[in-house]
């Protein structure tokens, strides 16, 4: 008989890079699978480095058959969730695991967590915040995730509904050809956005990075504050992702458009990062590091990503939207194909219902490649 199943906290540096390296564990046998850096994981959830943390807390546990780590959780109360979505509402997330009985235990471990801290319902899984990596993929197994986008097995589904759990709302991300004419229609609207003097189209700048960052973020804020799901970036996150995000940033693949001189609209394109660490294995030291700096000098992939788009709240369901909406995608889209050789792109997380996020991307042709699930649970 196997040994019994039991929940040990994080609580040390050595539990916190075995709650990381799990993950090699859970898909060492997964050809889809991605290593993510570790050190980008360790910063998810330290709270000396990850600004998440100034306004929520979580915990990590591991499930442990013997002296052999079998599975992983944390759980999140997130004051700016309780602010802007529901009181008593909390999350769990960063979910690997071998099995159905250590999947159990370990989202009862962080329901009962989640209890002692007041709340009354969880979202899940949400790893570890909105903006990191939201939902289970429930579709879309056998094609790579690209960069900031996660990859799951499929039993997790069944592990996670056998918990209680019901689907909450679903992600989804779109597949593009992008080497490819646009449809007519795209074509007017963007020549009707330049041939009116009040729109602008410009490139980010690196040399005012900060700047641009900020309005980027702060167009997100806005043009994203209706949706489903939305918690404000704070001043902190902001310059945080921002600094994050630089060593990717590709100044004629990042877009703000300008409506009489005032920011009105971004588009945000990085290269799949992925395709550059793949064989790093997760590591940047010794030489990892060096290999992906020279590696993103100039980037050569197949595949690019628009994991942000918005458009001010103001412009909502106008054709001026519309207009700057495509001609910023166009202008990316160009850019991919002529300046680094890129034939297809993926546009997302949309949610299900955000038709007009939906309509943008399937007006150029685009499917929908991936399916993410994030289920509730009253508690």
Same mark, same amino acid.
């Given at each position: 008989?196997?040994?019994?199943?039991?929940?040990?906290?994080?609580?040390?540096?050595?539990?916190?890079?075995?709650?990381?390296?799990?993950?090699?564990?859970?898909?060492?046998?997964?050809?889809?699978?991605?290593?993510?850096?570790?050190?980008?994981?360790?910063?998810?959830?330290?709270?000396?480095?990850?600004?998440?943390?100034?306004?929520? &807390?979580?915990?990590?546990?591991?499930?442990? &058959?013997?002296?052999?780590?079998?599975?992983? =959780?944390?759980?999140?109360?997130?004051?700016?969730?309780?602010?802007?979505?529901?009181?008593?509402?909390?999350?769990?997330?960063?979910?690997?695991?071998?099995?159905?009985?250590?999947?159990?235990?370990?989202?009862?471990?962080?329901?009962?967590?989640?209890?002692?801290?007041?709340?009354?319902?969880?979202?899940?899984?949400?790893?570890?915040? #909105?903006?990191?990596?939201?939902?289970?993929?429930?579709?879309?197994?056998?094609?790579?995730?690209?960069?900031?986008?996660?990859?799951?097995?499929?039993?997790? &589904?069944?592990?996670?509904?056998?918990?209680?759990?019901?689907?909450?709302?679903?992600?989804?991300?779109?597949?593009?050809? +992008?080497?490819?004419?646009?449809?007519?229609?795209?074509? /007017?609207?963007?020549?009707?956005?330049?041939?009116?003097?009040? #729109?602008? +189209?410009?490139?980010?700048?690196?040399?005012?990075?900060?700047?641009?960052?900020?309005? #980027?973020?702060?167009?997100?804020?806005?043009?994203?504050?209706?949706?489903?799901?939305?918690?404000?970036?704070?001043?902190?996150?902001?310059?945080?992702?921002?600094?994050?995000?630089?060593?990717?940033?590709?100044?004629?693949?990042?877009?703000?458009?300008?409506?009489?001189?005032?920011?009105?609209?971004?588009?945000?394109?990085?290269?799949? =990062?992925?395709?550059?660490?793949?064989?790093?294995?997760?590591?940047?030291?010794?030489?990892?590091?060096?290999?992906?700096?020279?590696?993103? /000098?100039?980037?050569?992939?197949?595949?690019?990503?628009?994991?942000?788009?918005?458009?001010?709240?103001?412009?909502?369901?106008?054709?001026?939207?519309?207009?700057?909406?495509?001609?910023?995608?166009?202008?990316?889209?160009?850019?991919?194909?002529?300046?680094?050789?890129?034939?297809?792109?993926?546009?997302?997380?949309?949610?299900?219902?955000?038709?007009?996020?939906?309509?943008?991307?399937?007006?150029?042709?685009?499917?929908?490649?991936?399916?993410?699930?994030?289920?509730?649970?009253?508690?």
């Amino acid at each position: 008989m196997s040994e019994t199943v039991t929940i040990r906290p994080v609580t040390t540096k050595a539990e916190r890079r075995l709650f990381v390296d799990f993950a090699w564990e859970a898909y060492k046998d997964d050809p889809a699978w991605v290593p993510p850096l570790k050190d980008e994981v360790h910063g998810l959830i330290d709270p000396k480095k990850n600004p998440w943390f100034g306004h929520g &807390r979580a915990a990590l546990w591991l499930a442990m &058959r013997g002296t052999k780590v079998v599975g992983r =959780i944390s759980a999140q109360v997130d004051d700016l969730v309780q602010e802007h979505m529901q009181a008593g509402l909390g999350q769990w997330g960063m979910f690997e695991v071998l099995d159905g009985e250590a999947a159990a235990l370990l989202i009862a471990t962080a329901e009962q967590w989640l209890r002692e801290q007041g709340m009354k319902a969880t979202l899940a899984p949400i790893s570890i915040s #909105i903006w990191d990596e939201p939902g289970l993929l429930i579709e879309g197994f056998e094609q790579r995730p690209m960069v900031m986008m996660g990859h799951h097995r499929p039993a997790y &589904r069944a592990w996670i509904e056998a918990a209680g759990y019901a689907k909450a709302k679903d992600l989804v991300t779109y597949d593009l050809d +992008i080497d490819k004419p646009q449809p007519e229609l795209i074509n /007017r609207m963007v020549a009707a956005a330049e041939r009116n003097p009040r #729109i602008r +189209i410009r490139n980010v700048e690196k040399a005012h990075f900060a700047r641009d960052s900020a309005i #980027i973020l702060n167009l997100l804020n806005d043009a994203w504050s209706d949706n489903w799901g939305f918690v404000p970036l704070t001043d902190a996150e902001i310059a945080y992702a921002g600094k994050k995000l630089k060593p990717i940033i590709y100044e004629d693949l990042v877009r703000i458009a300008e409506l009489d001189g005032e920011p009105v609209a971004f588009m945000l394109c990085i290269p799949d =990062i992925n395709e550059l660490t793949a064989d790093l294995n997760g590591e940047l030291f010794p030489f990892g590091f060096v290999k992906l700096l020279w590696r993103l /000098r100039k980037p050569r992939v197949k595949r690019v990503r628009v994991p942000l788009m918005g458009v001010t709240r103001r412009l909502h369901g106008t054709r001026m939207a519309g207009q700057i909406a495509y001609t910023l995608i166009e202008y990316i889209r160009r850019a991919c194909v002529e300046h680094y050789g890129v034939k297809e792109g993926e546009f997302g997380w949309v949610l299900e219902d955000n038709q007009g996020m939906m309509s943008i991307a399937e007006l150029p042709g685009a499917t929908i490649n991936h399916v993410y699930r994030i289920f509730d649970k009253a508690l």
